[in-house]
């Protein structure tokens, strides 16, 4: 199979836009030229039902289309999921998981039992949203946290194309709740803290 | 061209906006409602001529647009699944007054038990109805394919569908190469319709009541434009090619030059299937890959060509022939390889069904299973993958 | 010999606009409707009710009835609020 291919599981709960940072992160990998896939994956949709949603990156075409069972980056936008949806499951050795939450990454890595291989990050996304847009809205401050964690694309870049998606999803709703958000996802660049 | 990110919903709609039918009848449906969602916008913020009908019901949808294309306008909807069904009887009446309609149908289980993800029983249901039915392996063909069905429909006087998997294309974004609006208006040409209804210079009758003396022959010339209608599907899909650089057949071959061992699929799996065989290939694996992308008309040349020197076959059907001889893809493959002098062994896999996930593991079981039988052991001709035993 | 699949026009139309014209339906006819000029008021009842055109009008006037299409129904004698038709049975 195509290595190069690298996949991306979004946790989160029904209406916190887990299916929004996945596209939002889709089109912004697609504009710096590589093949892309963004699905949520659907299931009963209720407000605060565990849902998830994904990406797969490329630099050649994507054919596959299963779903993702062993993810490189696993992002966690509700803490309270742990324990309640198996957020490690298929996990790769060397992937990455990043988790919306106040606790430290070792504190964290306690919690998820995962091995040492396992790159583990957090981030208080909710801290963040409230100081900045108000809502504890987690998923654009969680695409700062998944630059800053993996630089799987230019920082400048996703902020770029993420206020261009924003400015038409909030069009006539004011200029300043996409700056809000952008802010936001700069905060959570800024304060997302991996393991020394 | 440019380049977009859409879901094969969104690009549908898109091939939709850029062919800017006349009339547009439709009912929504999970999981096609975004098509129609997205369409009705388009009309609502002026961007096509489109007369949007919003009808009751499916079968509405379907008998509006009869009347609309009867009276010579170019003519589009969409559905999926119950709704399809629900236009079952209509369809009948489309293909039979040749009226060129293009569905964007997104493929979902019938019910029961209800279900609202992927698989084909929906279309396969009506696939005798007289409609050309293309099958798209990811969002980009369904755009393509779409435009291409237009065309295909006014040439051949027949209404097409153009399918894709539900929620696996149509909720997944993918990379889309996007036409301009004038390159596919170039593409398509003038509506052509075969006859038109409020020509009060020359008044036909549409529909008249054909017994036992006409109705024979009108079905044997209904039965001759699917048999010429390959040749239609070539010509638009290779004037498509060379102008826009993606080519597109009847059936595709993958890696089938030397291979002895092959599979049969249609929609999304062929993409999982063509990594898998590039896996088994690594591993020394003589396999290959056949994907009808035409199902209707059933391109029997062309897979008894492409089939002819394979020692056995695996047709995966992503529905079930629930009391048939097998999946209804394996029935009719195996038909169209009893002409080949060498009769590969065909074996009939269901799978997916009701959107069950399928995965390279289990494309490699289907070769592997088709390996062994090669070597002697005996497995069923009727096979389930993926279901708990 | 009637037309092959490949000589009719597509689509099961009819190209020639008021081809029932010549399905004479008055075969099917077993009584026939019969005027009594003296009791027709020309009130056009009949004309209203006749399922198939079959009465004959000119210049608003009642004239007779046209047998050649004529199923014999009889609804045209029901109708006539002056009894000014009758149906009679055919006669080889």
């Given amino acids: ?196 | 061209m440019k380049v977009v990110a859409k879901t094969a919903n969104e690009a549908m709609a898109e091939a939709m906006r850029q062919i800017n039918p006349d009339v547009v009848a439709a009912y929504p449906i999970t999981p096609a409602t975004e098509i129609v969602q997205i369409f009705s916008s388009f009309v609502h913020d002026g961007l096509v001529d489109t007369e949007f009908i919003a009808v009751e019901s499916e079968h509405s949808a379907m008998s509006a647009c009869i009347g609309a294309a009867a009276a010579g306008a170019r003519v589009m909807t969409s559905t999926s699944s119950q709704g399809l069904a629900l236009m079952d009887e209509v369809l009948y009446i489309a293909a039979a007054l040749r009226l060129p309609i293009v569905i964007c149908e997104i493929n979902r289980a019938l019910s029961a038990p209800i279900n609202i993800h992927c698989d084909h029983s929906d279309t396969m249901n009506v696939r005798d109805s007289g409609w050309i039915q293309i099958y798209a392996e990811d969002s980009q063909e369904a755009y393509d394919s779409v435009i291409q069905a237009m065309k295909i429909a006014e040439e051949a006087f027949l209404p097409a569908m153009v399918t894709a998997d539900g929620f696996i294309l149509s909720h997944a974004m993918q990379r889309i190469d996007m036409l301009e609006d004038e390159e596919v208006q170039a593409f398509i040409g003038e509506h052509k319709s075969p006859y038109n209804l409020l020509d009060i210079d020359n008044p036909i009758t549409i529909g008249p009541l054909d017994l036992q003396d006409y109705f024979f022959e009108h079905k044997r010339q209904e039965a001759d434009a699917m048999m010429k209608a390959p040749k239609v599907i070539k010509k638009v899909a290779d004037e498509f090619g060379q102008k826009f650089g993606r080519k597109y057949g009847l059936v595709e071959e993958y890696r089938l030059d030397d291979a002895d061992y092959a599979i049969v699929v249609m929609g999304s799996t062929a993409g999982t299937a063509k990594d898998t065989v590039d896996l088994m290939r690594e591993k020394g694996h003589k396999v290959g890959l056949l994907r009808i992308r035409v199902f209707r008309p059933f391109p029997a040349e062309e897979i008894l060509n492409a089939l002819k020197n394979v020692k056995v076959v695996g047709v995966m059907d992503r529905a079930d022939g629930v009391n048939a001889f097998g999946g209804p893809v394996f029935m009719e493959v195996r038909a169209a390889l009893y002409e080949s002098e060498k009769k590969p062994d065909v074996y009939s896999f269901v799978y997916g069904l009701g959107g069950r996930d399928v995965k390279p593991v289990d494309i490699e079981r289907v070769f592997q299973m088709i390996m062994e039988a090669d070597k002697g052991k005996k497995i069923d001709r009727l096979n389930y993958i993926g279901v708990r035993e | 010999m009637k037309e092959t699949w490949k000589e009719l026009p597509i689509g099961a139309i009819i190209k020639e606009p008021g081809t029932s014209k010549r399905f004479e339906t008055g075969d099917w006819r077993t009584e026939r409707p019969v005027l009594d000029p003296e009791k027709c008021i020309h009130c056009m009842f009949c004309w209203i009710y006749c399922p198939d055109s079959s009465i004959k009008v000119e210049d608003g006037k009642m004239e007779g009835f046209l047998y050649e299409y004529c199923k014999g129904c009889g609804i045209c004698a029901e109708m006539c609020p002056t009894k000014a038709i009758t149906m009679v049975r055919e006669e080889v």
Wanted: hydrophobic residues 40%; charged residues 30%.
């Fill in chain 1, 1 to 196: 199979m195509e290595k190069e291919i690298i996949e991306i599981r979004w946790h989160g709960r029904g209406g916190q836009g887990a299916k929004t940072a996945a596209l939002l992160f889709g089109e912004a990998a697609l504009e710096t030229g590589m093949y892309i896939q963004a699905f949520p994956e659907y299931g009963p949709e209720r407000t605060g039902a565990p849902v998830s949603s994904y990406n797969r990156l490329s630099k050649k075409p994507i054919r596959i289309h299963s779903g993702i069972e062993t993810p490189d980056i696993v992002l966690v936008l509700d803490p309270t999921l742990i324990g309640k949806v198996d957020v490690t499951a298929g996990l790769k050795e060397n992937g990455v998981i990043i988790v919306n939450t106040k606790k430290s990454p070792s504190e964290m890595r306690k919690m998820l039992g995962v091995k040492d291989t396992i790159k583990v990050y957090t981030v208080d996304a909710y801290g963040i949203a409230l100081d900045t847009i108000g809502k504890a809205i987690p998923n654009t401050p969680m695409l700062g946290s998944l630059i800053k964690a993996t630089g799987i694309l230019n920082f400048d870049h996703l902020l770029e194309s993420v206020r261009k998606k924003l400015e038409v999803k909030f069009r006539g709703k004011g200029a300043d709740i996409v700056d809000k958000n952008i802010q936001a996802i700069k905060k959570a660049y800024e304060e997302t803290k991996g393991e020394e």
